[in-house]
């Protein structure tokens, strides 16, 4: 289990990371989510040991991380750090051997992983002349070519076509099901949204909304009401606690402040015609984020 407690990062008089504190179980994939310049890079950069935490402490299974635990920790960092001049299969040496692993089980492993991303004919070339999505998945290959228990990926979809993406969700769902701890950022609320259980919001360094993604949802009282049919839409927008209506060819989506405010819109839906739907669903979470983060930034 990753844990990180009471962390708070300063340059110089800059205040990037603070006071943030959470848990990653083992088999379980964490979002660390938030704006540009929120504080992402310098947390995973604190969690991998490349900066000191100013204040806090941060532990993997009880203890303290430094190179002793690199062996255990697979990392993807957000400026991309292949060795463009060597070939894949050098770079990979080179990265399996620092992890710890036998020349032979390195060969072993990144074979099974350039078929698995079907890239296999570019094992003998150099980094450097491959496409940026193909760089991305032996940056990626090079992150868990050694089974970490820790899988710390800072944006891995960037870049990426949505089959590739799908590609990167499977494998992070499998060393999920193995029992490692996986966090990762993104900007693409969709993405977080489709496999992550956990997460955190981050705004100036600081936790603006944290814990499972059904319980935010949960919590968030508002909800959107889709609509279709022929109904009296100028009352609905009256009614107390809509906070907005749009419109659209054939559907209308009423956004209501909680969701005991349903029944008062139902209650005007009834009387009207034609109608072929009338659905109550929770915020996306790219919403939800947008509301997070904007209330911090108005208020
Ligand atoms: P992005 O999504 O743009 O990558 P981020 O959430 O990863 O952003 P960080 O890179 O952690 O954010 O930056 C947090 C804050 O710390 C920003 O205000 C940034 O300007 C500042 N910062 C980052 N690295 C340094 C550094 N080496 N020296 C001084 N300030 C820094």
Redesign the pocket.
Known sequence: MLKVSHVTKY??T?K?VDDLSFEVKDGEIFGLL??????????FRMIIGLLEPTNGTITLDGVPIDYTVTDKIGFLT?ERSLLTKLTVEEQMIYYGTLKGMSKNDILKELDYWLDRFHIKEYKKRKIKELSKGNQQKIQFISAIIHKPKLLILDEPFTGLDPINVELFMDVMREFKKQGSSIIF?S?RMEHVEMFCEKLVI?VK?KSVLEGSLKEIKKEYRKKNIHIIGDVDIDAIKKLDGVVEVLTFANEFIVKIENDSIMENVFAIVKKGKNISEFRVEDPSLNEIFLSKVGEVYEG
């Open positions: 340059y110089d800059l990037a938030g704006v540009n310049g929120a504080g992402k890079t310098t947390t957000e950022s900007h981050l360094g």
